[in-house]
């Protein structure tokens, strides 16, 4: 038994500072991985922050174009389109010729 004893004490000397060395470097990566998701999440945010600002951007301009009268151009240039299409379907001619002796 003091044998086994005496064997035992060298190898617990050697494995703590060995545990040690390996607990620093698992808290080594685990810190870097942290960093990196952290620098990744940020890049994440930046980009939903910019698409999210385009989309802004664009919902204005739509709004303005419904405001500022836009909505009606838009829908009389429709209405002139669509009695055009009425106009040459009673021409009796196909649309693509009576639309080519228009231009």
Do not use: C
Request: charged residues 25%; without cysteine; hydrophobic residues 45%.
């Amino acid at each position: 038994m003091e044998g086994i004893l005496a064997l035992m004490i060298p190898i617990i000397a050697l494995s703590i500072p060995i545990f040690a060395i390996w607990t620093r470097h698992q808290q080594k990566i685990a810190q870097m991985n942290v960093k990196a998701t952290a620098e990744n999440t940020a890049e994440r945010a930046a980009q939903y922050a910019s698409k999210v600002q385009q989309l802004e951007d664009r919902v204005q301009v739509l709004e303005r174009i419904v405001t500022d009268r836009g909505y009606d151009v838009a829908t009389q240039i429709e209405a002139l389109r669509d009695q055009r299409r009425v106009d040459e379907e009673d021409s009796g001619m196909p649309l693509n010729i009576a639309r080519r002796e228009n231009v």
